[in-house]
């Protein structure tokens, strides 16, 4: 009986770690960070094509879209990103400095720093920085290879920027 209940135990902890994950998932107007799009998905989301895109020399595959000051990082994965005759890459990370864009469906360049406050997961202010950090939790804190960073103007505690990367390894 003792083994039955400790195993009930396992499972609900493993399911309620499930649940606070699927809270935290990094989201820019509807795209998840690291998951996969078309070409036409990334446009349609964004705002269309993109100012001007680049290719990175360094990483082949790898193209930053820029859209007037904001950029975003798309990443080809090889053989996995070839689906039903169409190519997808798999969404980086981006530098936002305007507002036309919303990270966790809710926060802004413009929106008063406090606002991260309201969002799951864990912040840390880093004046040196004048940024705040958001991860998912302490025990996740850069175990996912992922930064998330709001800079802020330090009088006004206003979003100036807003950076999400990955670490590909």
């Not at 107007?29 to 290719?55: F, H, S, W």
């Not at 969002?119 to 202010?125: A, M, N, P, Q, S």
Request: hydrophobic share 35%; glycine share 8%.
């Amino acid at each position: 009986m003792k083994r039955f209940v400790y195993i009930f135990v396992c499972v609900l902890a493993i399911a309620f770690n499930g649940n606070a994950q699927e809270k935290a998932k990094v989201i820019v107007n509807g795209l998840q960070v690291c998951d996969m799009y078309t070409r036409a998905q990334m446009y349609e989301a964004l705002g269309g094509v993109p100012t001007k895109i680049e290719a990175n020399i360094e990483e082949p595959g790898s193209f930053s879209f820029y859209y007037g000051k904001d950029m975003f990082y798309w990443r080809y994965e090889g053989l996995n990103a070839y689906k039903d005759g169409i190519d997808h890459h798999c969404f980086g990370g981006c530098h936002i400095y305007t507002d036309r864009y919303v990270v966790f469906d809710s926060i802004r360049v413009g929106d008063p720093i406090s606002k991260l406050s309201a969002l799951h997961g864990e912040t840390e202010d880093m004046p040196e920085l004048g940024c705040v950090e958001w991860y998912p939790s302490k025990a996740e804190r850069n175990r996912d290879g992922m930064d998330v960073r709001f800079y802020y103007n330090e009088t006004s505690r206003i979003i100036s920027r807003i950076e999400i990367f990955v670490y590909f390894l």
